[in-house]
């Protein structure tokens, strides 16, 4: 009996310690998610702030920083004529992952209803037409990064897609004392009749990619459509060669076949590189077969913050 009443007893007390480890085991996990959720929330933050130029409030989105960052990078990534700042973050995600990690931050600034006062005379838009101030408005995003973040105004980049390829151009025509770099997708230089910004002449690091198929950018230069006329733009050789030639370069690029990773999606990419010490380098990234949209072949996002690195570590 005694025997019989020890393994009962033993019994309960298996039970009730399998129960506590179960309580502490379900109290671990459930811990665990929730700072785990906390982790992904603080990850995914989207902070959306403005600054008043003018008299307008101009907005601009970045994901708020998850660890403290030494004097990072900035990055403005700008969307497209008719889009905005936070669906452009969609596009981004695989160079924010790297930048992240690499002590930069990415901001998306709006354009003026949805569109940008770039260089072109002709765009029949309303930020043409008002003629705002979009150096006033970079400037004041910057200093707002500054300021709150401490960022290293020596390492201040720019990035756009289609108008907000001919945005950067402006950038780096006429701020090239404030950006270090520009990288334009999908974007050719107004032409000659059809520009209304003053350049200051100075040469900087320049990356441009186009497609040879874009029937909205025309690769080898003429008139822009987007359902209204935005006049003309020149060539994609005359584009590259207006930045080499501004940055001293003369004679042939080097070129180079970019790894076709994509064999299915009817398109390649050949890279052509000026770069030579003490000279800004320039790239043009040439997309046979492109449109007006982004090769599978390489992220392009991500293949603008390496250009941008290598303008950092060339100094």
């Known amino acids: 009996m005694k025997i019989q009443s020890f393994s009962t007893t033993d019994r309960r007390l298996r039970v009730l310690l399998k129960s506590l480890y179960t309580r502490r085991f379900w109290s671990f996990v459930i811990l665990v998610i929730l700072l785990l959720g906390d982790t992904i929330s603080q990850a995914q933050q989207i902070i959306s702030d403005s600054v008043e130029i003018e008299g307008h409030y101009r907005v601009f989105h970045f994901h708020k920083p998850t660890q403290k960052l030494k004097n990072p990078s900035l990055i403005f990534v700008m969307h497209g004529s008719g889009g905005n700042g936070k669906d452009m973050m969609k596009g981004a995600v695989k160079m924010e992952q790297k930048t992240n990690a690499e002590n930069a931050i990415a901001v998306y600034p709006d354009g003026y209803k949805k569109f940008w006062n770039e260089c072109r005379k002709a765009a029949p838009v309303p930020a043409n037409q008002e003629n705002i101030n979009e150096q006033a408005f970079f400037q004041s995003v910057i200093n707002y990064f500054v300021k709150k973040y401490h960022v290293n105004k020596r390492y201040v980049f720019a990035v756009g897609t289609s108008g907000g390829g001919h945005m950067a151009y402006k950038l780096g025509l006429t701020m090239p004392e404030s950006f270090r770099a520009i990288t334009a997708l999908i974007a050719n230089l107004p032409d000659t009749n059809n520009i209304d910004c003053t350049p200051v002449g100075k040469p900087l690091p320049v990356m441009i990619v186009n497609g040879t198929n874009d029937n909205i950018n025309p690769y080898n230069g003429g008139e822009v459509k987007i359902g209204f006329n935005m006049g003309f733009v020149r060539s994609t050789d005359r584009t590259f060669h207006y930045w080499s030639e501004l940055a001293g370069y003369k004679g042939d690029p080097v070129k180079e076949d970019v790894p076709n990773t ?24 040439k997309v046979i077969g492109g449109k007006h949209d982004y090769p599978n072949d390489i992220d392009i996002h991500t293949e603008a913050w390496e250009f941008f690195k290598r303008q950092m570590k060339g100094e």
């Open 262 to 285: 994509d064999p299915n999606d009817g398109r390649t990419i050949e890279r052509y590189t000026y770069k030579e010490k003490g000279k800004p380098e320039v790239v043009l990234l």
